[in-house]
């Protein structure tokens, strides 16, 4: 996760938003958004990139783009008459396909940085490392597993294509406002770029979400999945400053797909 788009990291500043920005300066920072968290097309941005941090608001508008197309191949999926399980893991791989696997990638590293390294520095030198061990590979089995099965559940209800998009962007919204509670843990890279931001962008992102959200699945289960997924954002920040003192991009990667994770079985719980 902490390759990509390397150019739009350099270009963070900090600074306090005073005021809103112009229309076009908006729709660069959702490009940024989506060009950083997907591989969906998005456009070109021109000379004057927004800055990694004053685009962490649009971070649930990027899962927007990766939810409708999860949700439209389910709905295509379901309506030619696939199984729903067959139907449920066509669009987690969509859902994949759409993000180039990135948040996976990051809950991996930090399964295996975690798990495998004794000091501060090794995890972070494990993280870096492009290669995965077998505590990625489990992590990404069982994530991938719990989420096919909760999606499949899901279909069997109806209104499945709401969950699928609903959560695309409340768990990402966890990311965008756990990079204001954290400080860097290198001095480099993705997490150190989008350090340089305040937290009303992750406050923005979070409103942003949960609006959305509620109105695909109401009040009531929104506000039970919201819960839920902020507990368990808070406690994957809370290891991390512990184990490595801070956030990376992995870490990120890895607070998106815990959330969305977490989501899916709270909602296949409510049932």
């Given amino acids: 996760m902490s390759q990509r788009h390397g150019h739009l990291c350099r270009s963070g500043r900090r600074g306090r938003v005073t005021s809103l920005p112009p229309l076009p300066e908006l729709i660069k920072q959702v490009q940024v958004a989506v060009m950083l968290l997907t591989r969906l097309p998005a456009g070109r941005l021109g000379d004057a990139v927004p800055g990694l941090g004053r685009s962490v608001w649009a971070f649930p508008l990027a899962g927007l783009a990766v939810g409708l197309v999860s949700g439209l191949v389910l709905t295509l999926a379901l309506s030619l008459g ?112 989008a350090a340089l931001t305040s937290r009303s962008g992750g406050g923005v992102a979070i409103a942003i979400a949960v609006i959305c959200a509620a109105l695909l699945l109401g009040p009531a289960p929104v506000l039970a999945v919201a819960l839920v997924i902020a507990i368990v954002a808070l406690a994957t920040c809370a290891l991390a400053m512990r184990m490595i003192g801070g956030q990376t991009g992995d870490v990120m990667g890895a607070v998106q797909q815990l959330a969305e994770i977490a989501g899916f079985l709270t909602l296949a719980a409510m049932l």
């Fill in 82 to 193: 696939l199984p729903e399980p067959l139907a449920a893991g066509l669009a987690v791989m969509t859902g994949i396909l759409a993000t180039g696997g990135l948040h996976e990638d990051g809950l991996a590293d930090l399964a295996d940085g975690f798990g495998g390294g004794a000091t501060r520095a090794a995890r972070l030198d494990i993280m870096r490392d492009s290669r995965i061990g077998s505590y990625g590979t489990l992590a990404l089995i069982i994530g991938v597993g719990l989420r096919w099965q909760a999606l499949t559940l899901l279909c069997a209800e109806g209104g499945a294509i709401w969950a699928v998009i609903a959560l695309a962007m409340l768990s990402r919204a966890a990311p965008a406002m756990a990079l204001g509670l954290m400080p860097a843990a290198r001095a480099d890279g993705l997490g150190h770029a």
